[in-house]
């Protein structure tokens, strides 16, 4: 889900377990945060844990993704 606004746009995205996103970029800065579940964040070749409640912030042009671990995991970012 998006929800395109002036100066900012949030989204949530869900991944289903065991599932990863694709890998792309895109000009504005990334925040997300996971209210929910435990995924690794891959973000300039490397893999980190992320957990309920932790942020993660992406420069414009890196290319990130999302792998879930066993349990669904939810996204909410921040454009």
Request: net charge neutral.
């Amino acid at each position: 889900m998006y929800f395109p606004g002036k100066y900012a746009m949030p989204s949530v995205v869900t991944i289903a377990p065991n599932g990863e996103g694709t890998l792309h970029s895109h000009r504005e800065k990334q925040w997300g945060v996971l209210p929910e579940d435990c995924a690794i964040r891959i973000q300039g070749g490397e893999g980190i844990a992320v957990t309920d409640g932790q942020f993660s912030r992406t420069p414009g042009g890196m290319l990130p993704t999302m792998r879930a671990g066993p349990e669904r995991c939810q996204v909410l970012n921040i454009f």
